[in-house]
């Protein structure tokens, strides 16, 4: 890419350009049009691989959270995130904190199974 025949542009101006591509574009939801702004518009075709790349970062540092071998089962699909721990409801709550502390603009988020009166899952 060192071609200078290849593009006139810049790289400040292919930078500005890819900034506009992943961060200015409008989505509808229901009627209403809306302005994303933090992270990569929703409607962005490069949404997925920049999510997909973010998240990697983020696993990267689970290796380092104090109670990973507590962590029974871990997959992933983008940016979605499916747990179960080995141990009480206390190190799932300290795993969430945890993994909200890595980002300021991502919060994970926790579903619990129900529960029957005696404790016990279905």
Do not use: W
Not at 25 to 51: C, H, I, K, N
Not at 58 to 70: P, T
Not at 114 to 122: K, T, W
Request: aromatic residues 14%.
């Amino acid at each position: 890419m060192n071609d200078p025949s290849f593009t006139k542009l810049d790289e400040e101006d292919l930078r500005h350009l890819f900034e506009l591509c992943v961060t200015n574009m409008p989505f509808r939801f229901y009627d209403d049009l809306y302005q994303q702004t933090e992270g990569v518009s929703m409607e962005s075709p490069l949404a997925p691989t920049f999510a997909g790349r973010f998240m990697t970062r983020i696993e990267s540092k689970l290796e380092q959270y104090e109670n990973k071998d507590k962590i029974k089962t871990y997959y992933r699909y983008v940016d979605d995130t499916f747990i179960i721990m080995n141990e009480k409801d206390n190190d799932t709550d300290k795993l969430l904190d945890y993994v909200n502390s890595l980002h300021q603009n991502i919060k994970f988020t926790l579903f619990r199974p129900f529960r029957h009166e005696n404790g016990a899952y279905p």
